[in-house]
């Protein structure tokens, strides 16, 4: 829609949709360029998915080296070009965060850790990370977030920096729609505050959406992916808004199908997938890592892992731990059986045995939410109480719960417990180290589903993070950072979407700003 200058209700430089580590990246990088910032999270609390992660941004020491490697990575779906703006960004980033972790009280950690895959380049990378921080409680700071702890620190010093610059936070504040005016430009948003209310807000040198994704978006994810249903784990309101606004606006779109997610368990009542315990990421071919993984990207210090997952027939029929579990662990599940006309796979049942359970705590819940808790026991015991974990003295009697033939889960576990003592799995090649026999009775199960982290998909960008239309050509005032519309088409990297936060925001927000001090 068109709009003239007298319909504007207020007018900023540069508005930012959406608070998490994108937004606050773009808010903060557009207030230091000079320009009047805006900053509007239709939540009531701050972090999306942000404030949940793991709290590494991927860094590198050669930005060739990481273009390399991006470029392996994403098999031709991403311009070398744009991922070279990702590329160059991880290589010099560091600096700008960690003047903003000083400012903040917190100091940094580097860890140089290799990338998931052995490509090309994978050895220059590293995560940036922030360390505890002191006489601060992040659980009483962001009581309805739980997470991974680094994000939590992360977000502190995020929120302590636009808390410090004085920027303008509006919560409640949902983006509804873009405002365009001639030749292709968004001019401005119109917003629905939290008593209701309606305003047109003019944006002089751009609008950066930072929105996220759609995992909260049901109609979203069954348009654009095979398996259904799939689970969101720690965020609901990403609901897909920064797509369709930029679809509004003529953007054409990418990596729709891609989201980083792997399998979860589901407790009635509570609206997110349960993740389970998070073991460490591995590399093919790295048997003997001689690097050491960072203490905030694991929960666990070994690599076995305790269970096996079947299909509703009582088969295996996947690698339960490959390279990055919780990015790819979904991808199985998937497939839709055209012969008997279901999901064999959706939903699928973990196996454990009551030595497995006893190496410790199983599952973790993750989420930024004021209407929902939900803490996994340490010892699992609660969850074998409500239920989620479902108890049987026998093999047989397990399989009664799964619904599929004892006799063919009998087998399924005596042939799992056989590659055990061999030390290989020569059905699926899962890790060695992994692999832990089934046989100390009782068992457990439990519904395992297919679950997203975050999703991949959204708006194309160029290098300058600008909104692209489906001929290429720039949709001037827009952009976007983080998540929405990320460069990864293919296999993702651990701490890439949140480099894409930091590197993306800064970039936008200073191009926006710089749009303003045009345009003046």
Not at 283 to 293: C, L, R, V
Request: charged share 20%; proline share 5%; aromatic share 10%.
């Amino acid at each position: 829609m068109a709009v003239g200058t007298d319909a504007w209700d207020e007018t900023f430089d540069v508005v930012v949709v959406g608070y998490g580590f994108a937004g606050g990246a773009a808010a903060i990088s557009a207030h230091d360029a000079g320009a009047r910032v805006l900053l509007i999270e239709k939540n009531v609390d701050p972090g999306g998915t942000s404030i949940c992660s793991a709290g590494g941004i991927r860094i590198a020491k050669d930005a060739g080296e990481a273009l390399t490697y991006l470029e392996a990575t994403n098999a031709d779906t991403t311009p070398r070009e744009t991922l070279k703006a990702l590329a160059d960004g991880m290589a010099t980033i560091t600096p700008w965060v960690e003047g903003l972790a000083k400012a903040a009280g917190a100091e940094t950690i580097v860890s140089w850790m290799p990338a998931n895959y052995p490509f090309e380049g994978y050895r220059t990378f590293g995560f940036l990370s922030i360390a505890e921080i002191p006489g601060h409680d992040i659980l009483t700071a962001y009581p309805n977030a739980r997470g991974l702890r680094g994000g939590t620190r992360f977000f502190t010093v995020v929120d302590r920096n636009v808390r410090k610059r004085d920027i303008e936070v509006r919560f409640a504040c949902a983006a509804t729609r873009l405002i365009k005016g001639a030749e292709n430009r968004v001019d401005g948003v119109v917003v629905q505050t939290k008593d209701g209310s309606t305003r047109r807000i003019r944006a002089r040198g751009g609008v950066v959406l930072a929105t996220g994704g759609f995992e909260g978006c049901d109609t979203m994810k069954a348009q654009y992916w095979q398996g259904k249903p799939v689970l969101p784990q720690a965020y609901r309101l990403n609901t897909g808004d920064g797509i369709r606004m930029a679809q509004q606006a003529g953007a054409d779109l990418w990596h729709m199908w891609h989201y980083h997610g792997s399998y979860g368990m589901r407790h009635e009542g509570y609206p997110y997938a349960i993740r389970l315990v998070k073991l460490p990421d591995w590399i093919p071919g790295d048997t003997e890592p001689d690097f050491e993984i960072p203490a905030f990207f694991r929960a666990k210090t070994d690599y076995a892992m305790p269970w096996i997952v079947v299909d509703k027939l009582g088969r295996r029929y996947m690698n339960e731990y490959p390279p990055y579990v919780q990015d790819t662990g979904h991808r199985d599940m998937e497939p839709y059986d055209a012969t008997t006309q279901q999901y064999l796979r959706i939903p699928s049942w973990l196996v454990i045995d009551q030595e497995g359970l006893d190496r410790g705590q199983l599952g973790l819940a993750t989420y930024n939410d004021p209407e929902v808790s939900y803490v996994w026991s340490a010892d699992n015991s609660k969850e074998i109480e409500n239920g989620l974990l479902k108890r049987a003295d026998t093999l047989a009697e397990l399989a009664g719960i799964i619904g599929c033939e004892a006799a063919e889960l009998e087998e399924t576990v005596a042939r799992w417990n056989s590659f055990c003592e061999r030390g290989a799995d020569p059905d699926f090649s899962r890790m060695p180290k992994s692999l832990v026999a089934i046989k100390s009775p009782p068992y457990y199960t439990t519904e395992l589903w297919p679950m997203v982290g975050n999703t991949q998909g959204g708006p194309v960008h160029d290098a300058a993070f600008r909104i692209l239309d489906p001929f290429g050509e720039v949709i001037q005032g827009l952009y976007e950072a983080g998540e929405l519309g990320s460069v990864f088409g293919h296999l993702y990297l651990s701490g890439g979407n949140l480099a894409e936060c930091f590197v993306g925001g800064r970039i936008a927000a200073t191009h926006a700003a710089a749009r303003a001090k045009a345009s003046a």
